[in-house]
Nanobody, 114 residues
């Protein structure tokens, strides 16, 4: 059974940082491209960042220079390091794994507010 379990969300002030983690099980993690999406209330889910099995990364323009997406294949975990957070980063963040199919985590809430 494939599981993607996100953690690390919470409430943070503008300008602060958070690190999200996504622990995968039931898959050969090193074969999968991994990504983070987010969905704000009333908006469509959007890609935030992705990383291929080779380590190539891609970022939404809105987060370039503020977010990074490292992966640790020895821990079957992908992270989303979020710095200089803004109120518009408030959303539910979802982890996704893509290879022969796509899997999703349950999401973790990130709220940026003073």
């Amino acid at each position: 059974q494939v599981q993607l379990v996100e953690s690390g969300g919470g409430l943070v002030q503008p300008g602060g940082s958070l690190r999200l983690s996504c622990a995968a099980s039931g898959i050969t993690f090193s074969r999968y491209a991994m990504g983070w999406y987010r969905q704000a209330p009333g908006k469509e889910r959007e890609l935030v960042a992705s990383i291929t099995l080779y380590g190539s990364t891609n970022y939404a323009d809105s987060v370039k220079g503020r977010f990074t997406i490292p992966r640790d294949n020895s821990k079957n975990t992908v992270y989303l390091q979020m710095d200089s957070l803004k109120p518009e980063d408030t959303a539910v963040y979802y982890c996704t794994a893509v290879y022969m199919g796509r899997y999703w985590g349950q999401g973790t809430q990130v709220t940026v507010s003073s």
